[in-house]
């Protein structure tokens, strides 16, 4: 009887313990605190490795800096579910001075960003470096409630778990604030 239920339960354990890999990322890291992909005031390109996607993203403010922010990434690899990366590309800019909302078009999952900083409106544009991968990604999407609620605020978003992705971010713009 002990040998049955041990056949029948040694192939669910092993099927969970292969699984364990597809739903949790771990410890990030963004390597050192000193380490950012910008300096103020100036324009970076940021990409993951091929087959990752972008699962942190950390930003602090600095209003003396121009109102401009420092920003490092965390890459992970993309669930096994997902399959391969079939295509990747820049969607359009989204320009500096004004408000904006952007998916990744193609059902893409962000991969890296893309920033030029313009002093004239103390703002950035972005541009994003998004992939598709061979099985689709689910569409249930919502706009996360980790960021900032103010615009000096500082940020450390991070997917705790596979199958949260990012596909997108939105933005406000304020000319008094800046």
């Known amino acids: 009887m002990d040998l049955i239920l041990l056949c029948a339960f040694l192939p669910l354990v092993t099927v969970a ?21 910008n300096v103020y005031r100036q324009g970076f390109n940021f990409q993951c ?14 209003k003396k800096e121009g ?9 992970m690899p993309a669930a096994q579910s997902l399959g391969e990366p079939t295509e990747c590309w820049w969607e359009e800019i989204n320009r ?25 409106v103390l703002d950035r544009e972005w541009q994003f470096y998004c992939c598709r991968y061979s099985r689709r990604c689910p569409y249930s999407c ?20 596979y199958d949260y992705y990012i596909r997108g971010a939105t933005t406000t713009f304020s000319a008094v604030d800046r």
Do not use: K
């Open 142 to 161: 919502w706009l996360t409630t980790e960021y900032p609620g103010h615009y000096g605020e500082d940020m450390d978003m991070m997917m705790y778990t």
């Open 96 to 120: 500096a001075g004004t408000e904006w909302y952007q998916t990744c078009s193609n059902n893409g999952l962000v991969a890296g960003f893309q920033s030029q900083y313009f002093p004239s």
């Open 17 to 37: 313990w292969g699984q364990y890999g597809d739903y949790y990322y771990g410890p990030y890291n963004y390597g050192d605190n000193d380490e950012w992909v």
């Open 49 to 62: 490795p091929h087959g990752q996607v972008i699962v942190a993203i950390r930003s602090v403010f600095s």
């Open 67 to 75: 109102s401009d922010r420092l920003w490092n990434y965390a890459c």
